[in-house]
């Protein structure tokens, strides 16, 4: 049944359209300011009245090649291209691994089990980091790229997700495949992951964003300077830069442009797949 029009719909519709724009200005605007700011030279920042858009022959790249210069952000750039890399790969493999168990294999306790690992979700990760953090020194990894990367290369989330996701696979398919001669990793290999695609596109965003992103971690484990991450060389930039003298905040923009654009990057090429895991997934019981 259709329901009728009245009178009012078009200007609800017009109010929500405003209420939309509202909102995303409110978060685009600070991210077009710290990139507009990245371009002017030091002082100018504070001008009145406030400029967020400035012309393309104003714009002064002499913040990006002074920020590589002043400290080896190359270093911390492929640094973090490394860990993020390798925990994602890490995240994919074990959690898809794990989640293709939960789902479809039988055996003794396995609901209840994953319930008491999805319960492990609503303890902070500031509860578990001494522990962990003990672990990692007790084994020598202090310093090391082992220290940063291995501990995260498992999620709960991530596993509960893929689970979610492998659950909607039709049984058909996999009693076909074993009919076929197919053992568990050619099933697994062959058929799961191939139709959960934007699933795993979720998760890897995820991964990705959270490792890139991340500064506590870091802090902890990278002592060293050749060792730290691009969150961890930005922490350690602000400070240098605002200890005695004036903070340069052009500069200090330049280098949060430098962390944030990869992300940016993935997200738009990954957006698809990443809504559409996320609706999928979370849908099936």
């Not at 992103?213 to 300077?225: F, G, K, N």
């Not at 930039?237 to 949060?256: C, G, I, K, Q």
């Amino acid at each position: 049944m259709v329901r009728a029009k009245h009178w009012y719909d078009t200007p609800i519709r017009l109010l929500g359209y405003a209420i939309l724009i509202l909102v995303t200005l409110t978060m685009v605007i600070p991210f077009i300011w710290m990139l507009t700011t990245s371009l002017r030279p030091s002082g100018s920042e504070f001008a009145y009245p406030p400029q967020i858009i400035i012309p393309p022959n104003e714009w002064d790249f002499s913040n990006y090649t002074r920020l590589f210069t002043l400290v080896p952000f190359g270093q911390y750039f492929a640094n973090t291209l490394f860990i993020t890399s390798l925990t994602v790969a890490g995240q994919l493999l074990v959690c898809s691994t794990a989640a293709y168990g939960f789902a479809r294999l039988n055996f003794v306790g396995r609901d209840k089990i994953f319930l008491l690992y999805l319960a492990t979700m609503m303890i902070p990760f500031q509860v578990t980091l001494i522990p962990l953090f003990l672990m990692v020194f007790g084994l020598g990894w202090v310093n090391t790229y082992h220290g940063l990367i291995i501990p995260g290369i498992s999620s709960v989330f991530g596993i509960f997700l893929l689970r979610q996701s492998f659950l909607g696979v039709p049984r058909d398919y996999q009693d076909a495949a074993r009919i076929d001669g197919a053992g568990e990793w050619t099933i697994f290999t062959r058929v799961f992951l191939p139709l959960n695609g934007p699933a795993l596109a979720t998760l890897g965003v995820f991964a990705f964003m959270g490792t890139w992103t991340d500064l506590l971690w870091p802090l902890l484990i990278a002592r060293e300077q050749h060792l730290r991450t691009l969150e961890l060389g930005l922490a350690y930039f602000n400070a240098s830069t605002s200890a005695f003298t004036r903070t340069n905040w052009p500069l200090v923009m330049a280098a949060a442009v430098v962390v944030m654009l990869p992300v940016l990057i993935i997200y738009m090429f990954a957006q698809r797949y990443f809504v559409e895991g996320i609706s999928l997934s979370g849908v099936k019981g």
